[in-house]
C-alpha cells in the first residue's frame, strides 16, 4: 500500500502529486494488487472527483478521517474505491504522538489548532481543513514534557491560525 499525505494551498503541490500518481502507474501494472491512496487536503478538496480524474487511486481520505483508515484499507481491499471526507468539529488528534522520522532532535513542531473560520476570499484552508477547533492543552503539555525528556530544546507550535487558540469550560471554542 502507498499513501500519499498532499497539501493543496498551491497548484504547484498539487501538480506535484499528480506526476507523482503518474510515475506509480508501474506499481499497479507489477503489483494489481497494490493500494494507492490519497490523503489530505488534496483529496478533501477534490473528493471522489479525484477517482475519477486518477484512476488508479483505490482510496481517498480527508484530513480528518485518518482514524478510519482501517476501515477503508478493508473496504479497498475487496476491490471497492474507499473514500471518508467528513470534515470534524472535534477532531485534534490530540491523544496521537506524532512519529518524527526526520527530526534533528533539538526543535519539534506541536500543532495547537486544526481548521480556520477567517475564510479569506483567497484562501481554500477553511474548506479543505474544516472549522477552527482547539487542542486540550493538556495534551499539548503532555506532548511538549515528552519532548523535554527526550532531549529537545525548541518548540514551535503550530496551526492555521495558532493566535486564535481558545479553550475553556473543559472543552474547545463552540459554535
Ligand atoms: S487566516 Fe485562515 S482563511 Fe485566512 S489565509 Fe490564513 S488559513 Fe486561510
Known amino acids: 500500500m ?9 497548484d504547484n503541490a498539487e501538480q506535484r502529486v499528480r506526476k507523482r500518481l503518474n510515475e506509480l502507474g508501474f506499481v499497479k501494472k507489477s503489483k494489481p494488487d497494490a493500494l494507492i491512496g490519497v490523503m489530505g487536503c488534496m483529496a478533501e478538496r477534490l473528493k471522489s472527483k479525484l477517482l475519477e480524474e486518477e484512476r488508479l487511486v483505490d482510496i481517498v481520505v480527508g484530513p480528518d478521517a ?5 476501515n477503508l484499507v478493508a473496504t479497498a481491499d475487496t476491490g471497492q474505491k ?11 488528534y490530540a491523544d496521537i504522538s506524532p ?4 527530526s534533528n532532535g533539538v526543535s519539534a513542531f506541536v500543532s495547537i489548532t486544526r481548521g480556520c ?6 484562501c481554500v484552508v477553511p474548506f479543505t481543513r474544516g472549522r477552527e477547533r482547539s487542542r486540550d492543552p ?5 506532548e511538549v514534557n515528552d519532548l523535554v525528556a527526550k532531549g529537545f530544546r525548541e518548540v514551535t507550535l503550530l496551526g492555521q491560525n495558532v493566535d486564535s487558540y481558545l479553550w475553556y469550560g473543559g472543552g474547545p471554542k463552540r459554535f
Not at 485518518?66 to 482501517?70: D, I, K, S, T
Not at 473514500?83 to 472535534?90: F, P
Not at 512519529?99 to 526526520?102: S, Y
Open 138 to 142: 493538556q495534551s499539548i503539555l503532555n
Open 99 to 102: 512519529v518524527r522520522l526526520d
Open 117 to 122: 473560520d477567517n475564510m479569506c476570499t483567497f
Open 82 to 92: 474507499a473514500v471518508n471526507v467528513l470534515l470534524s468539529r472535534e477532531e485534534t
Open 66 to 70: 485518518y482514524r478510519e483508515l482501517p
Open 2 to 10: 502507498i499513501l500519499i499525505n498532499t497539501c493543496a494551498i498551491r
